[in-house]
């Protein structure tokens, strides 16, 4: 079925559609990703049994791919994942000039990649590559999509052009291993839940928004919520949909060890909210890169921010025209002005 208005209120507030059947418009339809089942998980206990498990993988992997590359970020995830790379493999890391959003970034991924022979690329990223590459990947997805997936596109053509077969990424690590400090912090109320999750509330900003708490409401527990297992259900689909269309668009294959994995032992929330989030991972990064600090997390980075810091918000009748625009992140902007692109391509 169709139905615009669900549609755009489902972006807006959850960044994708969380309904498989309801669609945008007739002829387009939206794919959601299925994570890998927890019975084909790969139980592991200890750093130890991470290095183990992904050397096992990336064995398999060079017995089927010669020239596999990385997306490289300056965080611990993928920087794991460099170090079982071969020496002379690729690999992308993005920057964006005029800005220092992704300093940090490039600072350690250089350090990576000389310490594992790696043939460093730059991908840069601008508003025009916005503009030009966005409509690619909501023409594949039937729908509007997240901040990075333009980014991602950029980076597998260009590892398409150097021959890169496969392309690997640290994306599922976070979920897997308790890297999502800022929502594990607490055990949260359903009111404080939704307002901390909620990207953009859709009743700020759309003239016709429909209520979305039906999706959080199947994860009620009285007046609290089961985060952990919404977490598990709905972060996940949007987020690995993200990877799942935008390589794609490319025409590339990509690879996630960590999403074959899965922690044998319950997440030990305590030591999550006192410091150590990702202890596992943690400890096999300080296997893999003895010499250096063991990084804080951040997101993968979008020069949106700067981009966006002037814009004066949509036009379309969809959207209110009294959106307080000064106190939306770069992010949410983002969010309104590529929905108002792909409402416009329809």
């Known amino acids: ?31 959601l990703i299925t994570p890998i089942p927890t019975s084909e998980r790969i139980g592991v206990t200890t750093a130890a049994d991470i290095d183990r498990e992904i050397q096992k993988q990336m064995d398999a992997l060079y017995a089927r791919y010669n020239n ?26 993005f920057t964006a000039q005029g800005t220092e959003v992704f300093d940090a970034d490039l600072e350690r ?9 790696l043939k460093h690329h730059l991908v840069d990223i601008s508003f025009d590559d916005y503009k030009q590459l966005t409509p690619l990947v909501m023409r594949t997805k039937c729908a509007p999509v997240h901040s990075i997936e333009p980014q991602i596109y950029k980076a597998a053509m260009m590892a398409k052009a150097d021959g890169v077969e496969l392309m690997l990424v640290g994306e599922s690590s976070d979920l897997i291993f308790g890297g999502m400090d800022g929502l594990l912090a607490k055990d949260w109320t359903m009111a404080e839940f939704v307002n901390r999750y909620t990207f953009l509330s859709p009743e ?22 089961d985060f952990m297992t919404f977490m598990d259900e709905v972060f996940s689909i949007e987020s690995s949909s993200s990877y799942f269309n935008a390589f794609g668009t490319a025409g590339l294959e990509y690879y996630d060890p960590y999403a074959r994995l899965i922690m044998s032992e319950p997440l030990d929330l305590h030591r999550v909210r006192n410091g150590e989030p990702k202890y596992l991972i943690r400890a096999l990064y300080a296997m893999k890169y003895p010499e250096v600090p063991i990084p804080n997390k951040i997101p993968m980075p979008r020069p949106v921010d700067k981009i966006f810091k002037e814009w004066s918000g949509p036009t379309r009748p969809e959207f209110r025209t009294d959106i ?22 329809l």
């Open 109 to 117: 991924a250089a350090h990576y990649c000389r310490k594992f022979g």
């Open 324 to 345: 307080p625009m000064s106190s939306l992140s770069g992010n949410q902007k983002w969010q309104l002005w590529c929905a108002e692109q792909f409402l416009n391509s």
């Open 1 to 31: 079925m169709t139905d615009k208005d669900f549609c755009l209120s489902s972006y807006i507030a959850f960044r994708y559609i969380w309904k498989a059947d309801v669609d945008f418009a007739e002829g387009m339809h939206h794919r």
């Open 68 to 93: 596999i590359g990385i997306l490289l970020s300056g965080g611990m995830d993928s920087a794991i994942v460099a170090a079982y790379l071969k020496p002379g493999s690729h690999a992308y890391t």
């Open 204 to 225: 700020l900003v759309l003239t016709h928004p429909v209520d979305m708490s039906e999706l959080y409401e199947r994860y009620r527990r009285g007046n609290d919520i």
